[in-house]
């Protein structure tokens, strides 16, 4: 198996590794940068536990090669606190109790901060939409929607989500 | 401050979750961890004739690769005498999926690449992938040394009902299926173990931590002292995280040969045939009732479909369902049976509700077919059979089976309060002339439930130490507080729910106690999270604890104030005397002179530290009415909920906001299953649900908004009056949807479908029955 060097920026941070051809995004970031936040669920990519911002879009990131992100800019949700808050959309979600387990919960979190991003006012409908490919087990997904909603009145995607996705537009 | 319990306060666990600082199994790094990775079986029923093992174990950063043959003396997990499960698959495979070997690599990736290149050799032998396949006349029997694939078969009552169904002015057969289901937690099973000279510690995705090291204790000889185990993080579990899996021992035995920690991370698609299954139940009921649909004799005859291996909680299945399979009507007389089948699938075991779901999918589907049959609504038969609140607690026939305090009819008014029923009917009605209109269907669901889990002498049937629940309540000497309990939650919020209870106890800011769960050396005693005996249970521990706490509290500003301990009060975190509100001392201070005792009473035992039990002397019974208002689009047979309304009874809420998630969440796996889930296999055992691309979890976009409601009847079975909610809504959701969809069609003489209600089976029901209905007409 061959390796390759990658220049990938993470959280504002850059980093160079060595890194398999074959190694998964999701296994750089958890194990070779030691940022846990981002989960694995499934082998499908149909769970997006795995979610995360990659040069200002959501994309799972057990289906990205790690070799295929050299150069670019990942935002996780370990990245998305201001100053020692959480984002709006990690406040929306305790406000309005849009996680249980928490296991779901940041790709959950990375896909509501993405469709802000791109829809900062949207509908239910909308909302439904743009998490569609994150499943969450516990919570039936109503008050999830309620917490993009909040979020959405609360200041958004937020200002580390906003200025990750400005650096690369 | 305001009482603590019924205020809707957002979760103290919430921020570590959000901001992915929490720690899961995966999550924990230990030097020198190497990883595990299974060679699992492809074929569902075959004799083991070779296992070649030395491609993988030459490979790069391979440790060794073991198969059962090198595991001798390694125990299997409990089971039914006779049938226990060895930790990798001894002469012969039982279903796809099956561990037949292991392979440790310094790297998850160079390990999978080993799995690969173990050789196996398989001689097929006849696969029984279903109920019908294992019973049928001469079938293969799969267990060594038993001549059926029948395991256990009970009568759970005296009389098979056969001389009051005679007697019955009528009498209806139904049969029903409630279809094999998958927990998908979002986490899959994770475990990590570290063995070393002073003992095992092992960190895995458990919901019952005690359990697993008692289990671990005994399986290898050492004391409960010697294993630590710790359920940190759990992302989910659904009652399929609470049986024991191989796998724990098995990282626990390689991390002893290999002297470092051994990690395992099951994928998706392993985790779709190795963890348990649940549901899985084909029902044959009879029921006889009079002209007025007073229900006079069930029988039900319950055939369990157990997987590959009997598992010790699966197994137990089948008699929770007899138990409740009168709902929340009064039968004169019922009649349960059932046998529990070995099958060429994976093993089953608990899935959120366990038992009770089927039981209620059962008796609520019965009184909409009787309701059919005699022409009249299904909710007149519903409150001609329910128990009435005057009647509670209500003795079932079933010995320890009392109903608590409950109002079945309150709950159907309550819920017709949000239903405008007529208004339905009318548009139902004015549908159905409409060939052009959706068809609209009305389903209620009016059920019991259990929650509460012990008492003891039922957990122990399940090889549980006990039923109870422990809890240690600690006052620090700032004034802070510590809960420890033996409850572990998976997503359930036990550390908001119990700061609570203590808070209103002890009188101290939510804000300054702290919860810490799932860690056996820390929290020395406990059972688990499971049959929603979170707050019933692990709550009214903590209560009884926190009372223990200000007792001795009282006792102590007493002596400091000089006054009556009956004259004590406890206030805003200020103790006083009752009449002089100026003469008081505070919490810390009071806490800091339980570590003085020259200025305390005589024989004072030191500290505001103390442990309580709580043994639930009976289960506590969560009831509710749901209803369900489904539109089917005739050209596509797709159903769409357009109202899902909940009203639920879990006695005494603690915290409205946690509970309308527990509901939201159950009603969504409920429909779930009524609509879209199934596990299925083909006839030759190969699995039609082996990764999330064919296991159609629903996503935001496939459920509805739901609406909640409450009634609150406190159960005296409790201390805090609370039932459980957290199976309520994946009890009640299922038959709602189901009645909802055979209601939409039953003018066109449609009385039944299975489930999934998928779009596929909807259209050719009502495709025969639009075809049936013109040739009639």
């Known amino acids: 198996m061959s390796h390759h060097k990658v220049r990938i920026t993470v959280n504002g941070t850059a980093g160079e590794d060595e890194v398999e051809a074959r190694q998964l995004l999701v296994h750089y970031l958890r194990e070779t940068r030691g940022l846990t936040g981002t989960h694995v669920g499934c082998d499908t990519s149909n769970c997006g536990a795995c979610t995360v911002l990659l040069d200002g879009r959501t994309v799972k990131s057990c289906t990205v090669f790690t070799v295929t992100a050299d150069g670019t800019d990942v935002l996780t949700v370990e990245g998305l606190d201001e100053h020692g808050e959480m984002s709006p959309v990690q406040q929306g979600f305790q406000a309005c109790h849009g996680l249980q387990c928490g296991y779901c919960t940041p790709g959950m979190v990375m896909s509501a901060t993405g469709l802000l991003l791109e829809q900062p006012d949207p509908d239910d409908d909308a909302i439904r939409d743009g998490i569609e490919g994150n499943l969450c087990r516990c919570t039936g997904y109503d008050m999830i929607v309620d917490s993009v909603r909040w979020a959405a009145a609360h200041g958004g995607a937020g200002t580390a989500a906003t200025a990750h996705a400005e650096g690369k537009v | ?777």
């Open chain 2, 1 to 777: 401050m305001g009482s603590m319990v019924g205020a809707s306060v957002v979760r103290k666990e919430d921020p570590a979750l959000l901001t992915g600082r929490g720690t899961f199994v995966d999550d924990i790094r230990l030097s020198g961890t190497v990883h595990m990775v299974f060679v699992r079986s492809y074929t569902a029923h075959a004799r083991i004739l070779s296992i070649d093992t030395t491609g993988a174990a030459r490979l790069p950063g391979v440790l060794g690769v073991w198969t059962n043959a090198d595991l001798e003396g390694l125990p299997a997990s409990r089971s039914v005498p006779g049938m226990q499960r060895p930790c990798l698959a001894k002469d012969t495979v039982h279903f796809v999926g099956e561990p037949v070997a292991v392979v440790v690599a310094t790297d998850r990736y160079l390990a999978a690449d080993a799995a690969e290149a173990v050789l196996v050799e398989y001689e097929d032998l006849p696969v029984m992938a279903s109920i019908a396949a294992a019973t049928a006349e001469g079938a293969t029997p799969i267990m060594d040394g038993l001549p059926s694939n029948v395991v256990l078969e009970q009568q759970l009552s005296a009389t098979d009902a056969e001389a009051e169904l005679a007697a019955a002015p009528h009498r209806l057969a139904i049969a029903l299926v409630n279809q094999r289901c998958a927990a998908v937690p979002m986490e899959p099973t994770v475990c990590l173990a570290d063995w070393q000279s002073s003992g095992l510690t092992i960190w895995a995705t458990s919901q019952t931590p005690h359990h697993m090291r008692n289990e671990i204790a005994q399986m290898f000889g050492l004391s409960q002292q010697e294993v630590r185990f710790v359920a940190p993080d759990v992302g989910g579990g659904f009652g399929a995280k609470a049986s024991f899996y191989p796998e724990f021992l098995l990282t626990a035995e390689l991390s002893r040969r290999l002297r470092r920690p051994v990690k395992y991370v099951e994928t998706r698609s392993e985790n779709m045939t190795s963890m348990v299954h649940g549901r899985a139940q084909e029902h044959d009921v009879e029921v006889g009732f009079d002209d007025e649909g007073h229900l006079l004799a069930l029988r039900v005859r319950i055939t369990q479909d157990c997987g590959g291996w009997p598992d010790s909680t699966g197994i137990g299945l089948p008699t929770l369902t007899s138990f409740m399979s009168g709902g929340c009507y009064k039968i004169p007389t019922i009649a349960p049976s059932f046998r529990s089948v070995v099958t060429n699938t994976t093993p089953v075991g608990s899935y959120r509700g366990a038992g009770r779901p089927e039981a209620s999918y059962m008796i609520e589907r019965v009184v909409d077919h009787v309701a059919a049959e005699l022409g009249i609504d299904p909710l007149d038969v519903r409150r001609r059979n329910f128990v009435q609140p005057g009647e509670m607690p209500y003795a079932t026939q079933f010995e320890g089976i009392v109903y608590d305090e409950a109002d079945f009819p309150g709950a159907l008014d309550k819920l017709l309060e949000h239903v405008d029923y007529e208004a339905l009917r009318t548009e139902q009605a004015a549908r159905r002339e409409d060939p052009t209109a959706p068809l609209l269907g009305i389903g209620f669901s009016t059920f019991v439930e259990m929650g509460g889990f012990g008492p003891t002498p039922l957990f122990e049937q399940f090889g549980y130490v006990g039923g109870w629940e422990s809890a240690n309540v600690r006052l620090n000497v700032d004034g802070s507080a510590v809960i420890k309990v033996g409850t572990s939650p998976h997503g359930q919020g036990h550390q908001t729910a119990f700061a609570q209870i203590v808070a209103d106890q002890l009188s101290v800011p939510f804000e300054r106690i702290t919860l810490i769960h799932g860690d056996t050396a820390t929290v020395q005693e406990g059972i688990g999270t499971m049959g929603s005996r979170g707050v019933p249970v692990g709550g009214s521990a903590v209560f009884k604890a926190a009372n223990k706490v200000r007792d001795k509290a009282i006792r102590i500003a007493a002596h400091m104030l000089e006054a009556d301990e009956s004259d004590i009060e406890l206030a805003d975190g200020r103790f006083s005397v009752r009449g002089a509100p100026d003469q008081g001392v505070d919490m810390a201070e009071v806490a800091v002179r339980a570590f003085k005792p020259h200025l305390l009473p005589d024989g004072f035992d030191l500290g505001l530290d103390e442990t309580a039990f709580h043994e639930p002397t009976n289960l506590s019974y969560p009831s509710g009415a749901h209803c369900c208002v489904v539109e089917i689009d005739r050209d596509t047979g797709k159903v769409l909920i357009r109202r899902y309304v909940a009203v639920d009874d879990c006695g005494v809420v603690i915290n409205p906001l946690m509970a309308k998630g527990q509901i939201h969440g159950g009603v969504a796996q409920g429909i779930a299953q009524a609509l879209i889930e199934e596990v299925t296999y083909a006839e030759n055992g190969q699995p039609g649900a082996g990764t999330l691309v064919d296991y159609t979890v629903p996503s935001a976009k496939d459920l509805p908004r739901y609406e909640t409601d409450h009634l609150v009847t406190p159960t005296s079975f409790n201390p805090l009056g609370a039932k459980g909610l957290g199976e309520s809504g994946a009890t009640a959701a299922p038959q709602a949807v189901v009645n909802a969809v055979v209601d939409a069609m039953g003018h066109l003489g449609v009385r039944t479908i299975d489930m999934p209600c998928t779009p596929q089976k909807v259209w050719r029901v009502l495709n025969a029955a639009l075809a049936a209905h013109e040739n009639g007409s």
